[in-house]
């Protein structure tokens, strides 16, 4: 898996790097944050996905916390337990269960 995000890792940072300093739409900066979101388990992937949300937090401000969301879904679940975003944890448990 370090290989892998190692080439994550230079793959992505020329995007990231472009995108934060241009005047990207909401359908890029959502693309790439999605992914993003699939290697933000590596510390310096994660740092990346940060740079993005930062640098587009006060133009897509909705998007962004949703992807802020996503990530502590995924990766630090403990972050939600014993807040009003705990419910969000049994969110896709209740979609597979409409199914």
């Not at 793959?11 to 290697?39: F, G, R, T």
């Not at 990766?75 to 597979?96: M, V």
């Amino acid at each position: 898996m370090k290989g892998l995000y190692e080439q994550a890792y230079y793959a992505y940072k020329p995007q990231v790097d472009d995108i934060c300093h241009k005047d990207a739409s909401q359908n890029e900066v959502e693309w790439l944050l999605d992914w993003l979101l699939q290697y933000a388990g590596d510390d310096r992937m994660l740092g990346l996905y940060k740079q993005v949300c930062r640098a587009y937090w006060q133009k897509f401000p909705e998007s962004i916390a949703f992807y802020i969301m996503e990530y502590r879904k995924e990766y630090a679940p403990e972050s939600l337990k014993g807040t009003k975003w705990e419910y969000l944890l049994n969110e896709d448990k209740d979609f597979e269960e409409d199914k």
